[in-house]
């Protein structure tokens, strides 16, 4: 019963953590892209059309990948390339992804999909509890765990990791260091592209193995809730995103017991959560103002 | 080759007119290939979508029903974003005023007075307004990012509704559908002229639309609007709060979509269900810029956007394409409405080779 | 090709023709410059003469329109700061290009070759800042560091690259005088290790005092070369201007009158991280007095600015008083009625809108004062936009503020008539009481000077006037008294003709002498 209730919670956080980790390295390049709920739906889709043709859901997370960064180009495009006001861009995708994933998946309503099947870690899956939680499961969510490491190590060891940061800190000056601004945010918005992509891949092969019309459901931007709730340290996302998990699943465990609460209280649930858990963070003002990278959101144009 | 943007001296007038026009012809040239790819020939595809609604006096009607609800909603957002207010939850506090609104006649169903109409067009107003006073007060008072918390509240009015009509609003003589006793005829919003069903609600819009364009040309309240969105401390220089614009500007919009969600309820449905947006208040957000925050000019936005909604119903009827592709027009609309207001501060140069000094040496 | 002047040695790099438009304006044209090892070569020239254009396509980060560089007598082609760095020139910079969220070892990981690991360039720091005595702790972070400890940051990792030429932009403008002293001695040891340095100022003195060359710009183009040891600051001065500049005139000093701004024991907190507490502040300004507030940047000029001004009130009503009135909790506004006028520091986004026009933002600082002759309507207060105009216009008449078009935005006005425009927008009160902060920064000699006439003028006038400033010159010429902030603290006033620079730099580092604080209440 534990097990189980605590592999749905898994399952429940995996997209979260990942789309909020690509955000993650957007941001901290200094580019606030609001259209994770966009890339996600239009990475859902194309997974699970791409896995619906080929029959094989590895492809499927390829092309949702693919379909997720292709997606943030755009958005890099407007942004970077013709600084158009990123709060309004990352709208615009948000609802054209709705749009267009709509359109895309209109055929496939109602089709059974093929599940993303688990992978078996010899051994270690023979440990009780742990070995079904951890290593008897499928390859986003081991995908996910080397993410939050591997973006910890970039971010703070690397030294690409520290010239994004210095963008992220002061564009100008980096500028006149000679990093390539432009063309590190291009990466990091693809990257963060490339992530939702992936996420929405796991909600329509793992998550719920089927294509739903809007079946991000405002994941999407509780994955920027949950970059803001973690002050942009990858490690934080996986506790922040394992947190949103249990609220998500333990408001479906309430309803399914029907103990009473409206169902729609409950499922309202983690949305309001996300609210309180902003208040909580935005409150220490002091903070949130060192973590923030300095020039999220601003515009840049090089002198030449 | 590379694109280098040169930043003019002056925000050019031109491209200030031609860029929505020019984001129009984008628009429809992509929905052409859009349309082509899908099989259909392009012209008649974008014929039926665009043109044929026009042709009749009752699809006139029904844009201007559509366009109401968008163009009230727009003008509001046109002044948060204005002052640099991000309010993107208008859907919200659109479903909150049409429910307050509704409190009247779904709980009085047997009280008939000429005072009803009037009670529930205020009452919505003051719905749509607190609920968006909620992510104003998280802004002012705990810094929390407004983005955010409008939308998640979106999420959250859309449930609660859902569970009134189903639970304690449901009409106990609807044969178990989600929805409401249908309001009383003083309770529904008149109609204007006896040819169609356009209503009221395109009229407070004009006026709403009307009436804020008159502040931001002539009024003080207009220029500290302007001044704090576009530096916060250059307006606390000129005494102004952003505080206090924070809760101006919310609650503006708020109250204007609060009116625009009673209005849809009251005026074009006739009872409270689970449903009553085909997705307005974020729609407006597109009106919002496509008329570049102008008031005037949502005005003309908000009906043509109206006309991607009604295109996307005939089209479906007539050339068999999902009514979806309505909302790829809208989200490629804002796109290229975005990308050509560049055009209006900067000049745009395409550079194919690098040229590098000692290239025109001279003496 | 030989070079015509300068020693014999073949020059480390040279320019020549340079030349970088900016749309149709010419920054620099046809620049000829020679750099020979070893020598300090001072680049002079005013604000916008194009010093920091011709810098930055020296090191990579602008592209020349025209011209070329070269380097040992092979021309060159810098691409980027890394190229720069390759052809063993480094670069510091005025505002400094420093990463505040960052430790200062990662701030000098940045600009070097990525083969370092950061350990390494850790220890290496640490050795090269002792060598020259510039002392850094590479984890602290920036954020926290002095302005004079983030130069050192910026020297060491120039210096780290072992470069032939540094280039220094501007280096002594946020130093107090003992802080460039030490800079000085600095660049003397680079000098006896055969480096060159280009020296980039507009303070003459201290360029007679270390540089051994000097080349002169103005309105981009070379108008001067000499030996500046040879030559008197006046000569520099008019090689640099192209004219005499008028002193400011100073006149008798009149009668003083009641005093119109106090400041009685008035403590603020931080208001961010990063911001300075101001400390038990106590000031008295009469009418006919100017009191120049001096200091290092980010020693709390801008608190003391926000509060005098209004911007952020203060609990304690009593603590500020206008005129007599007690203002403290009162907004900027308020202040305003009671005959103040202000001008922050920061002219885009701070005292003028940039994407606004001139009548916008004269309407921005004078919309409640003036709501008679500015308003109408009542409650609905409608904008009387011709009265607006109408004084924007005079006000550019009375304060020759050079423009294009009857009423462009302030952004595409120069750094000088912008501040013309928004000193003159508060001139044009009378104000009984002005409060300035850094009136000339970053403006051209000029209208540097017409402003500092206008505040001598307006104290003479019978008003009370502060003026926060970083430039000791400027001080010199206006004040009547002055006042040294440090640390969020200010010093007593002093009578401006009884005080010497040295002691003003004293105090500006922070040292107090108390025999000098007897001295405060002799006039």
Known sequence: MLEAILLTVITAATPLVIAALGELVTERSGVLNLGVEGMMIMGAVVAFAATQITGTPYIGVLAGIAAGAAFSLLFGFLTLTLVANQVATGLALTILGLGLSGQIGESYVGQPGIKLQPIEIPLLADIPLLGPLLFRQDLIFYLSIALVIGIHWFLFRSRTGLKMRAIGDNHASAHALGINVIRTRYLAVMFGGACAGLAGAQLSLVYTPQWVENMAAGRGWIALALVVFASWRPLRVLAGGYLFGAVSIGQLHAQAFGIGIPSQFLSALPYAATIVVLIIISHNRRTTMINTPASLGKPFVPER | MRIELQKRAQPSPLFSFVSPLLALVLTLFFGGIMFWMLGKQPVDALYSFFVEPLLEVWSLHELAVKAAPLILIGVGLSICYRSNNWNIGAEGQFTIGAITGSILPVLYPEWHSLMILPLMLVMGMIGGALYAGIPALLKTRFNTNEILTSLMLVYIAQLYLDWLVRGPWRDPQGYNFPQTKSFVPEAVLPEILDSGRAHLAIVFALVAAVALWFMMRFMLKGFEVTVLGQSERAGRFAGFSAKRMVWFSMLLSGALAGLAGISEVSGSIGHVQPTISPGYGFTAIIVAFLGRLNPLGIIASGFVLALTYLGGEAAQLSIGISEKVSRVFQGLLLFFVLSCDTLIHYRIKIVTQKLRGGAAHHA | ?523
């Open chain 3, 1 to 523: 090709m030989t070079v015509s002047e300068g020693p014999a040695v073949s020059p480390l790099l040279s320019v020549r023709g340079l030349t970088k438009y900016f749309g149709n304006f010419a920054a620099c044209s046809g620049i000829d410059l020679d750099i020979a090892p070893g020598e300090i070569h001072a680049l002079l020239g005013e604000n916008g003469a194009g010093k920091s254009t011709l810098v930055k396509m020296l090191f990579g980060i602008l592209e020349p329109s025209g011209g070329e560089i070269l380097s040992s007598g092979q021309a060159v082609v810098i691409r980027s700061p890394s190229e720069a760095r390759s052809f063993g020139i480094g670069m510091v910079f005025q505002h400094f290009s420093l990463f505040e969220a960052l430790t200062v070892g990662e701030n000098i990981a940045l600009s070097l070759d990525p083969k370092f690991s950061l350990p390494r360039i850790s220890d290496e720091a640490a050795r090269l800042s002792h060598k020259y005595g510039l002392p850094l702790d590479p984890k602290a972070h920036v954020a926290d560091l002095s302005v004079g400890e983030r130069q050192r940051i910026e020297i060491v990792r120039a210096l780290l690259q072992n470069p032939k030429l540094i280039i220094l932009d501007e280096p002594t403008s946020v130093l107090t005088p003992q802080e460039a002293d030490r800079l000085f001695e600095t660049l003397l040891k680079l000098k006896t290790e055969g480096r060159s340095v280009l020296y980039i100022s507009h303070r003459l003195e201290e360029v007679r005092r270390i540089c051994d060359r000097a080349t002169v710009l103005r309105h981009g183009k070379v108008t001067g070369r000499c030996d500046p040891r040879q030559e008197t600051p006046a000569s520099l001065a008019r090689m640099m201007v192209g004219a005499d500049v008028a002193g400011v005139s100073r006149g008798t000093s009149s009668e003083l009158g009641d005093v119109l701004i106090e400041v009685t024991d008035l403590s603020v907190p931080a208001r961010t991280p990063f911001a300075v507490s101001l400390r038990a502040i106590d000031m008295q300004v009469r009418a006919g007095e100017v009191l120049a507030i001096a200091g290092v940047a980010g020693n709390g000029q801008g608190e003391l600015f926000d509060v005098l001004s209004g911007e952020y009130t203060v609990p304690e009503n009593d603590a500020i008083r206008i005129r007599g009135k007690a203002v403290g909790t009162v907004g900027i506004n308020a202040r305003r009625m009671l005959g103040a006028g202000f001008v922050p520091e920061e002219r885009h986004g701070h005292a003028a809108v940039s994407e606004m026009s001139l009548s916008d933002n004269l309407l921005l600082a004078r919309s409640q004062p003036d709501r008679r002759s500015f308003l109408s309507g009542g409650v609905l207060s409608i904008v009387r936009h011709s009265s607006v105009r109408s004084a924007a216009k005079r006000i550019c008449e009375d304060m020759d503020v050079r423009k294009s078009g009857d009423d462009p935005s302030a952004g595409s006005l120069s750094g000088g008539n912008l501040q013309k425009f928004i000193v003159g927008r508060e001139l044009d009160r009378q104000p009984a009481v002005l409060v300035v902060n850094q009136p000339t920064w970053g403006v051209d000699a000029g209208a540097a000077s017409r402003i500092r006439q206008a505040l001598v003028d307006l104290a003479r006038s019978g008003s009370a006037v502060v003026v926060i400033s970083q430039d000791l010159d400027e001080i010199f010429e206006v004040a009547t008294k002055v006042s040294v902030i440090s640390e969020g603290r200010l010093s007593p006033s002093f009578a401006a003709h009884e005080l010497s620079l040295e002691q003003i730099g004293l105090m500006m580092g922070g040292i107090h002498d108390s025999t000098h604080s007897e001295a405060s209440h002799a006039h």
